[in-house]
Nanobody, 123 residues
């Protein structure tokens, strides 16, 4: 079983930056896609970004492209989400996920999920 633990959430002012981390354990991830999702109160879970463990190729939601950067360190089994130019609408619980399908945005293709970390952006 794969375990994912997010960290790095917190409160930041609009225009500020925050970096989230996701530490993975239990299995190797060389053939996995790692993704970040978020869910705001009363809203559906939303895809944010994904990265391939082996290639490093990335895929972003239009809403965060140019502001967020996903990266990974395979040796540490850790994926990061650098969030810049944050907006109040970025406020959500952010979840890390792992799946076996290459760079997909649909949550149903992700097999493992972390418990989330809260990101709050004030105006």
């Amino acid at each position: 079983q794969v375990q994912l633990v997010e960290s790095g959430g917190g409160l930041v002012q609009a225009g500020g930056s925050l970096r989230l981390s996701c530490a993975a354990s239990g299995r190797t991830f060389s053939s996995y896609t790692m993704g970040w999702f978020r869910q705001a109160p009363g809203k559906e879970r939303e895809f944010v970004a994904a990265i391939s463990w082996n290639s490093g190729n990335t895929y972003y939601a239009d809403s965060v492209k140019g502001r967020f950067t996903i990266s990974r360190d395979n040796a540490k089994n850790t994926v990061y989400l650098q969030m810049d130019s944050l907006k109040p609408e970025d406020t959500a619980v952010y979840y890390c996920a792992a799946g076996r399908v290459y760079l997909v945005r649909e949550s149903r293709f992700y097999d493992y999920w972390g418990q989330g970390t809260q990101v709050t952006v004030s105006s």
